[in-house]
């Protein structure tokens, strides 16, 4: 597969600076889909909590962000981009739609280890240069890629809120742990490894490697945050008195 190949993208050919922010994706297919999604809560959840509906306005806000600003175009052009993509779904989008969904998925309360492994195994598949460049080169294998991404980082994010706070804990630290360590062999890695950026980073003035080196390094500490906050919030409710639990 050549550089060129990135032009068949599902989010377009790769932008210029110039024209960036004029590169919104309007693709009705994937318009109908976020609209019979809203639609879908909205009849079926009318028992839903304030903040329930508040966290899935928030999903729904973060994949509009995600596949219709043109952070969809840019992620053609960067894989910095596509990393704060990636990012967005599995660390702002899943957690918001595990809460939107939390009393619905009580039952995965034990899986969190089995739920880690398997999107860990699905984070790293889709970063592996020859899938990713494949995923890029292909519409469906592309939303293959989106959908397993969110898909099993809601299902963590699901588990670890219905999970006790130990198990919740390590899921948490275990989730930064494989995605740091990803980060960290995309940031010291002495060649740019992503084919479809080779050739189209360089109008935003980074090399393939620079670019390549920030991605990991989003990933490595930015990306981290919303896991560490998360545990930091199930240990401080743990340390709380009782009485202040139960009130």
Request: net charge neutral; aromatic share 10%; glycine share 4%.
């Amino acid at each position: 597969m050549d550089a060129t190949s990135a032009v068949l993208s599902y989010c377009g050919p790769a932008p210029l600076p110039e024209n960036f922010w004029m590169r919104w994706n309007f693709d009705p297919v994937l318009l109908f889909a976020i609209a019979g999604c809203i639609a879908g809560f909205v009849l079926l959840r009318r028992d839903a909590s304030p903040i329930e509906r508040w966290s899935f306005a928030g999903a729904i806000f973060t994949l509009v962000v995600a596949f219709v600003s043109p952070l969809c175009a840019l992620t053609v052009a960067l894989f910095s981009a596509r990393v704060v993509h990636h990012v967005l779904l599995v660390a702002v989008a899943a957690p918001l739609l595990a809460l939107a969904f939390r009393r619905q998925a009580k039952h995965v309360a034990t899986l969190t280890t089995p739920l880690l492994l398997l999107h860990t195994v699905v984070f790293w598949l889709w970063h592996a240069p020859d899938a990713y460049s494949l995923a890029l080169s292909d519409t469906l294998v592309y939303w293959a890629m989106q959908l397993s991404l969110l898909g099993t980082a809601a299902l963590l994010w699901s588990a670890i809120l219905a999970a006790g706070t130990g198990s919740a804990i390590v899921a948490l630290l275990g989730a930064t742990i494989q995605m740091g360590f990803l980060g960290a062999l995309l940031v010291f890695s002495p060649q740019a490894l992503y084919v479809p950026h080779l050739a189209t980073t360089l109008a935003f003035g980074f090399d393939p490697l620079a670019d390549q080196q920030l991605a990991g390094l989003i990933m490595w500490v930015p990306a981290s945050v919303p896991y560490l906050m998360a545990a930091l919030l199930r240990l401080l409710a743990m340390l709380q008195p009782s009485e202040a639990r139960q009130t």
